[in-house]
């Protein structure tokens, strides 16, 4: 399907067409690029009349606006691909077995073995790895193993003793160090514990968030960049919001920028921890790689058990991460700026936090102030996010994946989970994402999972949070964009950048069930073939 003269236009026709301009998820005949942008889109009479193009027959397949993925984690998801992958886990065992066999495949024989993935819920003992176990991977190394909710890590012995973390060691503010009755560390570090691993030169976050900053090579790091490139634009995803960035994120996409590697369109948002130090502003950078706001931290990971669920309804009731008034004076600081904030929030109480510090704030709906995950709002908050021009940001294949653990964990609570319903019923943008690698960048599972709202076990969770076809499908293109402030992209409208992606079948016509097979042929990025299904990534 490749461009044969970059001087030609290229026409796109034969197969339904969804520009999903402003919303409309209708189709047309015909969708004209030249000079990597949409310039017309209707008939294919009309189409023709701007000059001569090569065409490009679908012959029955569909096209769609290149997928915008709001909160994501590039290049961490490009690391932790290339750790033991532990998803599969049922046990402790399986999962001393998995990063056995890692270390033997390894090419590199010394330095820290690592894994991820691993969910405590999905474990037959229904809890975290210890430090005791991990030893039996290896003593001599260090081996860390990342909980799938990325907010935290299981350590071995050998880590711990070369964290200096000891009996005596404090426990941070906003993290957590499992201890036993003699307060010696069991393993489990969490949240802003982890600044604790990632050794004196290494990125320190301090009570901003969880650290999942490990320390690589730079070569390394550029490496993992370019495969985790690979997994986005495999599934259709064109640009991508990078929640959590430091200096390691910031010099990793400036180099692959530099060196012409960097694909996708990254928009970053710094974490509260280093606006000073990066030095940003509201909106920095290009069409390829640009600032888009800050990151906070208000409360722990859902699916991790450090939430901040203080109502007595269920197992775990979690922790803020800052002392009072710190984190609204950060919000108000950033939102005074002019800088769009994004903050992780998942129970009612941490939401309410973010929304009397945006009350506080300079009333500027177009900064479109973000919620990440929001977890468990309140009909009352979902109000006020309308007032405020706030844009929830959850993540829908979590309630598959991890459903049934919040079930276990909150049963009173946990239909409410990630309400895409409830947020669209309410008259707030419906937004889509993957916050991979905690879940793959899978778009159409995504999809799938918002409109059946099914855990892993088959079980609906909260029917009344499903959402519609096109609701997930804009969600995840004009919606994702609108989360981004990128709102020239997630449609196919005259004057855009020429995103797209191929798809085998039309996605707004498949049975429900066969939603998550429909196929990704090839992605599109400025007018031309940035991925395809029979070679890849192409430059």
Request: proline share 6%; glycine share 12%; aromatic share 4%.
């Amino acid at each position: 399907m490749a461009n044969r003269n970059p001087e030609q236009g290229t026409i796109i026709t034969g197969g339904p067409a969804y520009t999903l301009a402003k919303g409309d998820t209708g189709t047309v005949e015909a969708v004209r690029i030249d000079g990597g942008r949409i310039t017309h889109v209707g008939s294919l009479v009309g189409a023709r009349a701007l000059g001569d193009a090569h065409v490009v027959d679908l012959d029955g397949r569909s096209i769609l606006p290149g997928f915008v993925d709001a909160h994501t984690h590039p290049l961490m998801h490009g690391q932790c691909a290339s750790w033991a992958d532990l998803t599969s886990a049922a046990s402790i065992d399986e999962v001393v077995k998995l990063l056995g066999e890692h270390a033997r495949t390894e090419a590199r024989s010394i330095g820290p073995i690592r894994g991820f993935g691993y969910d405590h819920h999905r474990l037959a003992e229904g809890r975290h790895p210890t430090a005791v176990e991990l030893d039996l991977v290896a003593d001599n190394r260090t081996v860390t193993v990342m909980h799938v909710s990325g907010h935290g890590f299981s350590v071995n012995s050998h880590g711990l003793a070369e964290a200096g973390i000891t009996a005596t060691t404090p426990t941070p503010p906003g993290g957590v160090i499992d201890r036993d009755e003699n307060s010696r560390p069991l393993g489990r570090i969490f949240d802003a514990a982890c600044d604790l691993l990632t050794g004196p030169d290494g990125v320190k976050l301090g009570n901003h968030g969880p650290n999942l900053h490990l320390p690589d090579d730079p070569a390394d790091l550029a490496r993992m960049l370019d495969d985790a490139q690979e997994a986005f634009l495999a599934t259709g995803v064109t640009t991508v919001g990078d929640c959590q960035v430091t200096e390691r994120e910031m010099r990793t996409f400036l180099a692959a920028r530099d060196a012409g590697r960097l694909t996708l369109r990254v928009v970053m948002y710094v974490l509260s921890s280093h606006v000073d130090s990066l030095g940003i502003d509201s909106w920095l950078g290009d069409d390829r790689l640009s600032i888009g706001g800050v990151k906070h931290y208000a409360d722990g990971a859902l699916t991790g058990g450090s939430a901040y669920l203080p109502c007595g309804c269920g197992a775990t009731h979690g922790h803020l991460y800052h002392r009072p008034g710190e984190l609204e004076d950060l919000l108000v600081a950033s939102a005074t700026a002019g800088r769009q904030t994004a903050t992780h929030a998942q129970g009612p109480e941490a939401i309410q936090l973010v929304l009397d510090a945006l009350s506080r704030a300079p009333l500027r709906p177009d900064l479109r102030h973000r919620i990440e995950h929001c977890g468990f709002p309140s009909a009352d908050q979902l109000t006020e996010m309308c007032r405020l021009g706030v844009v929830p940001v959850p993540q829908p294949t979590q309630v598959h994946l991890y459903g049934e653990g919040v079930r276990h964990d909150h049963p009173e609570v946990a239909d409410g989970m990630y309400p895409s319903g409830r947020i669209a019923a309410a008259g707030l943008p419906v937004v889509l994402s993957s916050d991979a690698p905690v879940t793959r960048p899978d778009v159409m599972l995504s999809c799938w999972a918002a409109e059946t709202r099914l855990t892993s076990a088959g079980r609906v969770l909260g029917d009344q949070n499903r959402i519609t076809r096109a609701q997930s499908l804009t969600g995840y293109t004009v919606g994702g964009a609108h989360a981004l402030r990128r709102d020239d992209l997630g449609s196919l409208a005259v004057g855009s950048p020429a995103d797209l992606v191929l798809l085998a079948n039309d996605p707004f016509s498949v049975n429900v069930d066969r939603l998550p097979d429909v196929a990704v042929l090839e992605t599109w990025i400025d007018g031309h073939p940035s991925w395809t299904l029979a070679d890849g990534r192409t430059p």
